[in-house]
């Protein structure tokens, strides 16, 4: 059995359609949810799925490496988890953690671009397309080896909301199917 960890910050619906995804796989689940924040949405999807749920401050992310040395886990996904992750975790699971981030990297990314702040930058450029990449995690924020990119067009008339949901569209459609193919 291929174990995933799965870190998010928000409303967790990344984490539901991946929790979903793989929900009957006998081969590949969902072992456990770390969080960040006590009110999360996350929480909530993680104990409607009886899924094992971590909430952790810095010095307990920082932890983690040591924690989980004799833990088999096979693929760390952050959905929207907020922090950068430290460089012990990212040592002790080197290509084992991976990101999505809603713009096509190298734009828009790095520290606080996330969500309707990376949207509104796109339409305020006036970029032609977004999307989103899935890339690997390393020591810097949305620099880590691209996996994949997939793209959608921008309007003329494009508002962050619109932006965001075909960005959705595409993360729902995608990431499972990433994580998937990885973990193969």
Do not use: R
Not at 15 to 30: C, G, M, R, W
């Amino acid at each position: 059995m291929k174990n995933i960890v799965i870190f998010a910050s928000g409303t967790g619906s990344n984490a539901e359609n991946i929790i979903k995804y793989f929900k009957n796989n006998s081969l590949i689940q969902v072992g456990l949810i770390v969080c960040n924040k006590s009110n999360a949405g996350v929480l909530s999807i993680a104990q409607n799925f009886n899924i094992p749920f971590l909430i952790v401050d810095k010095p307990a992310l920082e932890q983690l490496a040591n924690d989980w040395k004799n833990e088999k886990i096979d693929l760390i996904v952050l959905a929207g988890f907020l922090w950068q992750i430290p460089d012990s975790l990212i040592k002790a699971f080197p290509n084992k953690i991976l990101n999505i981030h809603p713009s096509l990297l190298p734009k828009y990314g790095g520290k606080g671009m996330y969500g309707a702040k990376v949207h509104e930058a796109v339409i305020s450029n006036h970029e032609k397309e977004s999307g989103i990449t899935i890339h690997y995690v390393n020591e810097h924020y949305d620099e880590g080896e691209i996996i994949l990119q997939k793209s959608c067009i921008v309007n003329l008339n494009e508002t962050a909301e619109s932006l965001s949901a075909k960005i959705h569209f595409l993360e729902f459609e995608f990431l499972p199917l990433t994580i998937e193919k990885l973990l193969q």
